[in-house]
């Protein structure tokens, strides 16, 4: 309201005349500093972060997978907390979520969806850690499952390898570490940097950057703008926006589909004028 107040109260846009000639009176600015508010949320925005292709998301986690097969070969102890941060990085991705999010996540934190009964109990995940306005607890959302392959992931997880930690036994942590209950928060960030360095991916590019592809992929998929908001726990659209660096390709495509859709349309009018 205030930036569009100052372009219809600036004379050079002529608007002042007209408001004059139809109403008498002029548009005035009545926003300022002193009288609105300040957003006390962080900035989520940054240049550094984007979003990675589909093509570098799939390196990054066939490179993940393959630092777990060959730390099995070789029988480096390692191998079972590289299967853990394969997994988690995957469901950072895969179901868009802040590093605290991920991090916290138990046990009991998915449901069924019933209107997508495939993915069984993994259906929906409950966020009970979501960011925070200042002053205010956590945000709680649910996250409903987009893709098949996820639950593949934390069903292997489960079922094979999360009990393997001698302190899952004590644990309703998701990711249980081998000296305590729950994985420590800065371990996963750790696992994405050197992975990136070792694929000589950008250094700017961080864990968070999952969740920003998370947000594009979808868009260009075609899901509600909407959908993908809530999705991620996000108040307001101009937010979601700027997590989305769609790719050249699919802007390219969006604006061939609404030319060729105005194109027909005003066909259409045309023959309907003619007969």
């Known amino acids: 309201m205030r930036l569009f107040l100052e372009?219809?109260?600036?004379?050079?846009?002529?608007?002042?005349?007209?408001?004059?000639?139809?109403?008498?009176?002029?548009?005035?600015?009545?926003?300022?500093?002193?009288?609105?508010?300040?957003?006390?949320?962080?900035?989520?925005?940054?240049?550094g972060r984007r979003a990675l292709t589909k093509a570098e998301l799939q390196q990054f986690f066939d490179y993940a997978d393959d630092q777990v097969a060959a730390a099995r070969t070789s029988g480096r102890k390692?191998?079972?907390?590289?299967?853990?941060?394969?997994?988690?990085?995957k469901a950072t991705y895969a179901w868009g979520l802040r590093r605290r999010?991920?991090?916290?996540?138990?046990?009991?934190?998915?449901?069924?969806?019933?209107?997508?009964?495939?993915?069984?109990?993994?259906?929906?995940?409950?966020?009970?850690?979501?960011?925070?306005?200042?002053?205010?607890?956590?945000?709680?959302?649910?996250?409903?499952?987009?893709?098949?392959?996820s639950v593949k992931v934390i069903q292997q997880w489960l079922d094979g390898y999360r009990e393997l930690f001698e302190t899952a036994a004590g644990s309703t942590?998701?990711?249980?570490?081998?000296?305590?209950?729950?994985?420590?928060?800065?371990?996963?960030?750790d696992r994405f940097a050197a992975y990136r360095d070792a694929?000589?991916?950008p250094t700017e590019l961080s864990l968070h950057c999952l969740r920003?592809?998370?947000?594009?992929?979808?868009?260009?998929?075609?899901?509600?703008?909407?959908?993908v908001q809530q999705q991620v726990g996000h108040s307001y659209a101009s937010t979601t926006s700027l997590?989305?660096?769609?790719?050249?390709?699919?802007?390219t495509r969006t604006l061939r589909r609404v030319l060729d859709g105005t194109i027909g349309r005003a066909l259409g009018a045309t023959g309907k004028e003619g007969i």
């Open 212 to 227: 920003h592809s998370y947000v594009t992929h979808l868009i260009e998929a075609g899901y509600d703008p909407l959908f």
């Open 199 to 201: 694929l000589g991916l």
């Open 101 to 149: 999010e991920v991090i916290k996540l138990e046990l009991s934190d998915f449901g069924r969806n019933p209107h997508a009964p495939e993915f069984g109990d993994l259906g929906v995940v409950y966020i009970r850690w979501g960011k925070a306005s200042k002053g205010s607890a956590p945000k709680r959302r649910s996250v409903l499952t987009v893709f098949p392959w």
């Open 243 to 251: 997590y989305t660096s769609v790719s050249s390709d699919f802007r």
């Open 78 to 89: 390692g191998w079972l907390t590289a299967m853990r941060d394969a997994a988690a990085l």
């Open 173 to 189: 942590a998701l990711w249980p570490s081998e000296r305590s209950q729950q994985l420590d928060m800065g371990a996963l960030s």
């Open 7 to 47: 372009y219809a109260a600036d004379p050079r846009y002529q608007w002042t005349a007209v408001s004059e000639r139809l109403f008498g009176t002029h548009p005035a600015q009545v926003f300022f500093e002193w009288n609105t508010a300040v957003h006390a949320a962080d900035y989520e925005g940054r240049p």
